[in-house]
């Protein structure tokens, strides 16, 4: 797989990047939840402008992303606008979500997007295209909240996305039992073992699935999400919780 820099950060190196999600709905609760990450051991801001009242004013989104950017400084931010059909609360359609990705990435504020893979292989691979040719990276995601699928579909949806583009391959699903949880870690660790040429970020959420997010080097899981405030997905831990118990793992598996 590879490593990726942004900002001095280098990702798919050591322990795995702790990415926690800014979810306000207004800029004043935006932009107070950002200057809660100066300190906070997160390595990578998620904005979930799908909880942004604005989203839809794509110059006052942009304007936002920029005070965003300020006041970061050089952490880096991931764009991520997730629909009500992928677990948000956007009500975009295809057009005007690209149109936001497009417009966004070529901002120059922030540094990764994300694309729904529920969306359609064709909208990702075009989404994907513009974002790379506004010098952002992209990370294809995909989310079931009902169920875990069998590990060769975990698998093939990993390939999937790498093969239309992404740099961030991001599955997360929902586990019904603790087996569930080592199928979606499996399932990570046969794609990085055998297919991987783009870094990981696999994650089973709720409860059960923490164990996934704590070990997540281990079924090679470049990133993680934890929480710097509210969480923004069940099962998330707080960055403060999560940080040391993935150094503990990293230096075990470092032995």
Request: aromatic share 6%.
């Amino acid at each position: 797989m590879t490593t990726i820099s942004i900002r001095g950060l280098a990702i798919g190196a050591g322990i795995p990047k702790i990415i926690a999600p800014i979810t306000g709905c207004d800029e004043t609760q935006i932009l107070a939840q950002a200057a809660a990450f100066a300190g906070a051991p997160a390595d990578i801001a998620e904005w979930r402008a799908d909880f942004y009242t604005g989203a839809h004013n794509i110059e006052q989104t942009l304007h936002l992303a920029a005070e965003l950017r300020r006041v970061l400084g050089d952490k880096p931010l991931l764009f991520a606008y997730r629909s009500q059909t992928d677990g948000g609360c956007g009500d975009m359609d295809n057009e005007a979500y690209t149109l936001l990705n497009q417009r966004i990435a070529a901002g120059g504020t922030v540094d990764l997007v994300d694309v729904e893979w529920q969306r359609g292989a064709e909208l990702m691979r075009g989404n994907i295209a513009a974002i790379h040719a506004a010098g952002c990276y992209a990370v294809g995601s995909s989310h079931d909240f009902a169920a875990t699928p069998p590990q060769a579909e975990i698998v093939a949806r990993l390939r999937a996305m790498q093969e239309l583009g992404a740099d961030v391959l991001k599955i997360a699903v929902t586990p019904k039992c603790a087996a569930d949880v080592l199928t979606l870690m499996s399932a990570s660790l046969e794609m990085k073992q055998r297919y991987a040429r783009r870094l990981l970020l696999t994650i089973s959420m709720g409860e059960l699935g923490k164990f996934s997010r704590i070990a997540a080097e281990l079924s090679g899981s470049a990133m993680t999400f934890g929480a710097v405030g509210d969480p923004s997905a069940p099962g998330q831990l707080p960055a403060q919780e999560l940080a040391p118990l993935l150094r503990l793992l990293h230096n075990a598996n470092e032995a």
